[in-house]
């Protein structure tokens, strides 16, 4: 049974509205249905947010790391309890099918619980001086207040995987989410205040985007901004932390290739494709986005690429059997839409759906498309809808330049029975994060993150805590 989220932000421990009283809708993007209203802050209740913030600081980064660790047990303890609940939520403002939104909760819950065990182990350095008598230590530090700003596509599990790991590292936190899925974020900030978090140590804040953006870049009191969401926001952040050289963690878009070559095993290639395509119903930054399929199959994984295609359940996530919600709002209908009419304008063949939906539908039929080259739009822009793209190729090297022709290098998929050879290539992917024979490539203990123009820093794993902290060396003679 849905509980009724507050709707409200929340700021120092407290529940509130907008001192400017004026509020925006969320709509569940299946049905049009609005659900809610939640807060549009004012200025100056965002700088009210980063001021509390602020004064946590002190305390929180002094608690013993193992405290802080039971409190971020506790909080991905009392989200696993509300699984269903929040699941539930998830899908009618984000519009996936429930049973995703359902994994997304575990896969949110996992990093808190990840980042509760790595709290203590942040440990520094004593490394042995040159000069005789002389002592060098290096401390590791939080860096104080982290702020982060959230795409709507995973609008739980984005936002755990920052919290985690700031609040791990002793920095007090806000969180902006998108203005898409708003609920889902503030409910964390239910589970924060149940687990007794001390106030100020969380702050979630809702409201115009540009102007809480540039609030908390602009702010000397924010050491750090962590970014999820496009690559062009994502540019426009780097400009504005020049103000205050502000450290960021940049996770933004991606245009991942999926290697076939002739000796892959094709039924294991489908089964990673369908879900590395078509999960949330293609939104999603690690989605595929172009198969580069060997001359000598491309005409056969094409057509089992096509089928199973058209055997996916369009619907509302909430009704059992849905395999494809809708796409999150009108401009992803119509960028869908438009990258769909441009390919074939430009010579590629329908093979599968195809049919874009006359507005006010956001549902898109999954979609096939053969015989699509590197000129084409739909080659070069993140397609962030259930379109699948085919290009063959010749060689292993034609193979490799094809898929490094892109600004992005996030994730990158090869599928072989030939390890040796299947290795040898992903080291020549200009990408961040290689899946081979695999697409299910998120996980809590591997370093996520892309190069080039799909961002810098990483989160989850080991390594994602350090992009909260500062090294401190010490040398004592
Ligand atoms: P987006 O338009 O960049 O929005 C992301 C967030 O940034 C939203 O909360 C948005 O709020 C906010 N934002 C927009 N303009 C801003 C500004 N001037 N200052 C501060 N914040 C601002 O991206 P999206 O379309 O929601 O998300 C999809 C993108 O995220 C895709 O490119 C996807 O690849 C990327 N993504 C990357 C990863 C990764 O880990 N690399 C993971 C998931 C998604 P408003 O909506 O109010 O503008």
Redesign the pocket.
Same mark, same amino acid.
């Given at each position: 049974m849905l509980k009724a989220p507050k709707n409200l932000c929340f700021i120092n421990g407290a529940w509130r509205a907008s001192s400017s009283g004026t509020t925006f809708p969320v709509i569940n993007p299946a049905t049009d249905e609005r659900i809610a209203e939640v807060p549009a802050l004012s200025q100056a209740d965002v700088l009210g947010a980063i001021d509390a913030a602020h004064a946590a600081f002190g305390q929180w980064g002094a608690l013993p790391a193992r405290e802080r660790a039971s409190l971020l047990r506790t909080i991905g303890d009392l989200l696993l309890s509300r699984r269903e609940e929040v699941g539930e939520l998830i899908t009618r403002e984000q519009g996936k099918p429930l049973a995703e939104s359902l994994g997304e909760v575990s896969y949110a819950a996992a990093y808190l619980h990840w980042f509760s065990e790595e709290a203590v182990r942040v440990c520094g350095d004593i490394i042995p001086s040159d000069a005789p008598g002389k002592r060098i230590f290096v401390l590791k530090q939080p860096l104080g207040v982290a702020a982060a700003? /959230?795409?709507?596509?995973?609008p739980v599990a984005?936002l755990a995987r920052k919290m985690g790991a700031a609040l791990a590292a002793g920095c007090t936190f806000i969180a902006?989410?998108?203005?898409?899925t708003p609920l889902s974020a503030l409910l964390l900030g239910e589970l924060c205040e149940a687990a007794k978090l001390p106030p100020g140590v969380m702050n979630i804040i809702t409201g115009?985007?540009?102007m809480?953006?540039?609030a908390l870049m602009s702010s000397p009191l924010v050491r750090k901004v962590s970014?999820?969401?496009?690559?062009?926001?994502g540019k426009?952040?780097i400009e504005q932390s020049a103000a205050t050289v502000k450290k960021l963690t940049l996770?933004?878009?991606?245009n991942a290739p999926f290697i076939v070559l002739e000796d892959a095993d094709l039924d294991r290639a489908l089964a990673g494709a369908m879900f590395g395509k078509y999960r949330n119903a293609g939104q /999603?930054?690690i989605c595929v986005n172009r198969f580069i399929v060997h001359e000598s199959v491309a005409a056969h994984f094409t057509e089992m690429l096509a089928a199973k295609t058209r055997s996916l359940v369009v619907g509302n996530g909430l009704e059992r059997g849905t395999d494809v919600g809708p796409l999150i709002n009108d401009e992803a209908r119509d960028k869908v839409a438009r990258l769909i009419a441009s390919a074939e304008r430009e010579g590629a063949r329908v093979v599968a759906g195809g049919a874009a939906p006359a507005a006010p539908s956001r549902f898109i039929t999954p979609t096939v498309l053969s015989g699509v080259t590197s000129s084409m739009d739909i080659w070069r822009e993140?397609i962030?809808g259930p379109v699948s793209t085919v290009t063959p190729f010749r060689s292993d090297a034609e193979a490799v330049s094809l898929s490094n022709d892109t600004s992005y290098g996030?994730a990158a998929y090869l599928y072989s029975r030939d390890l040796s050879r299947a290795l040898s290539l992903a080291e020549q992917l200009d990408f961040g994060m290689v899946g081979i024979n695999d697409t299910a490539i998120s996980a809590v203990q591997a370093p996520?993150?892309?190069i080039k123009q799909?961002?810098f820093g990483r989160?989850g794993s080991k390594y994602g805590i350090d992009d909260y902290l500062a090294l401190k060396y010490l040398s004592v003679a």
């Open positions: 700003i /959230t795409p709507w596509n995973f984005m902006k989410p998108a203005p898409e115009d985007a540009p809480i953006g540039a970014f999820t969401g496009s690559t062009e926001v426009l952040l996770e933004l878009g991606g /999603t930054c993140e962030f996030l996520f993150g892309g799909s961002g989160e």
